[in-house]
């Protein structure tokens, strides 16, 4: 009787181990499943930030667009001076208003609500070309006018933009290579 006593509970001993054996590789699968799960959240994440980016920046071109076609109508040179926005109310409009559009986005990219390598494919060369017209408004505004922080984001942007890792990237689209 001793012996099915023992035989009984190495069996109930056997059995305790293979669950606890059975209930930790279930939880290894659990986590990998869950690792698997927020891979693919990280994913979709980062690719509806990308889309977003393509999304608002389409809307805002289109803005950006006919303002750009209005300051090139009253300043058709490349570089525009304080001077000549100051005393031009309607142009100064069309600056202000432009430079708060870039402003907020730049914000967006610099706190990753958009996807800046995504921007950089699509908007590089026009934002670089519009700051370098704008720079003397914007640095003369800072000084002259009492706004030391006026467009500092859309400044960084560009500053990133010329990165070298950011040109490479447009070089590398221009000459048709394969994009990941």
């Not at 869950?34 to 805002?60: A, C, P």
Request: charged fraction near 25%; include cysteine.
């Amino acid at each position: 009787m001793q012996a099915l006593t023992s035989l009984v509970s190495l069996i109930s001993d056997i059995s305790i181990v293979v669950g606890v054996v059975v209930a930790l590789r279930q939880l290894q699968k659990l986590h990998a499943s869950n690792e698997l799960q927020k891979e693919s959240f990280r994913k979709d994440h980062e690719r509806r930030k990308k889309q977003s980016t393509i999304e608002y920046y389409n809307v805002i071109s289109q803005e950006n667009h006919n303002l750009t076609i209005g300051i090139r109508a009253k300043c058709p040179g490349e570089a525009i001076s304080y001077e000549e926005i100051v005393s031009d109310s309607e142009l100064r409009s069309l600056v202000v208003r432009y430079l708060n559009i870039m402003e907020l986005f730049a914000v967006g990219l610099h706190i990753r609500v958009y996807d800046i390598d995504t921007f950089s494919l699509i908007g590089r060369s026009a934002i670089i070309l519009a700051y370098t017209r704008l720079k003397d408004y914007i640095e003369k505004r800072r000084t002259l006018g009492g706004y030391p922080f006026m467009c500092c984001e859309f400044e960084r942007l560009v500053e990133i933009l010329h990165e070298p890792k950011y040109s490479e990237s447009i070089d590398q689209v221009r000459c048709g290579a394969t994009i990941k």
